[in-house]
């Protein structure tokens, strides 16, 4: 059941905490301070987001990445591309063939240890410039156990639902 979308497993550096979740897109920003998701604390996390991402036709590619912490890309099962840094992005990119269809794309980011963290994927062709992948083209598995079972936590109960109606005007 391929939904568009990027699944994101986050896990605490500071424990076992972890969380699962459904994003837009293959990038993250989290403020220092805050926690990168509802179910954990703030502190240094690792995220792992995996996506299919489909192409019209076989095309070859440059990724990079924008942001900071560690970042590793994986295309189709193999790493493509690894940074680490205050700045990244100042590596050059990976030139990749992308495959007719779908390409399972996983962007495993280690947050810094203090500050800010974030991480953006950007990809180039020789049709057009630098930019973050389009989520029209990003689809994920919306049936997978772990991300059923978060977007059941997630969801409201009736109890909620009831809490939350809006009172009647007369």
């Known amino acids: 059941d391929l939904q568009p979308g990027v699944t994101v497993s986050f896990t605490s550096l500071a424990g076992s905490t972890t969380d699962v979740r459904r994003d837009r897109m ?37 990724f990079s990445f924008e942001g900071n912490g560690t970042a590793e890309l994986s295309v189709n099962g193999r790493v493509v591309l690894t940074e680490s840094g205050n700045r990244l992005g ?31 994927l950007i990809w180039a062709a020789k049709d057009f410039g630098p930019e973050p992948l389009p989520p029209a083209l990003l689809k994920t598995d919306a049936a997978a156990l772990p991300l059923r079972t978060a977007d059941r936590i ?12 809006a009172p009647e005007v007369r």
């Open 90 to 120: 100042a590596k050059s990119g990976a030139a990749v063939t992308l495959v007719q269809g779908a390409n399972q794309i996983s962007l495993a980011y280690t947050s810094p240890p203090t500050g800010d963290s974030v991480v953006r």
């Open 26 to 62: 293959l990038a993250l920003a989290v403020p220092a301070g805050t926690p990168p998701s509802s179910f954990l604390p703030a502190g240094p996390f690792r995220a792992v987001m995996a996506t299919e991402l489909t192409v019209p036709l076989r095309t070859d590619v440059t």
């Open 154 to 165: 997630r969801a409201p109960t009736d109890s909620t639902a009831v809490r939350m109606k």
